[in-house]
């Protein structure tokens, strides 16, 4: 095997038995888990803290995806977004969370520990992070992807102050 992939996981205190859940098992399918969140479970981490904390592993490159929960996903998935270059989706299936990755080029999953169950989350996870943007895709299919993505990007670009 080659080098560890790193990922970044981060959760807040509703989310922390589903991150523990999530980090055991990447840690054992191979994956470096960088842990930016709540570390125990009656620790104070808030929902916009980890995603923040999330966000900026990721945006700092040590690690290039994320994986953050809260209760929903909903909450760290609009912190995380209002960071440039964060592209966050909160995930309650296994279909999305493929997707999101295949075609979205999502760089974060979100996801909620009172939606998801463990056993659903790491697959989620696994297929998420096994996908890469627009794998299996050519021709026009692929420069639709490309075009969709540059035109997030360029509306980022418009929207920051």
Known sequence: MGVAVKVALASDSSGFR???????????????????????????????????????????????????????????????NKFKGIYCVPCESLYTAQRSSLINNANVLAMGERIVGHEMACEMAGAWLRNGWCDGFDGERRERNMRGFQALQEIEGRNLK
């Open 18 to 80: 589903l991150k523990e859940a999530v980090k055991a098992y990447l840690q054992a399918t191979g994956y470096e888990v960088v842990d930016v969140g709540q570390t125990s479970e009656d620790g104070p981490v808030s929902y916009v803290d980890a995603a923040s904390s999330l966000a900026g592993a990721v945006q700092s490159g040590p690690c290039r995806r994320g994986i953050v929960i809260c209760g929903t996903g909903a909450g760290v998935s609009l912190v995380a």
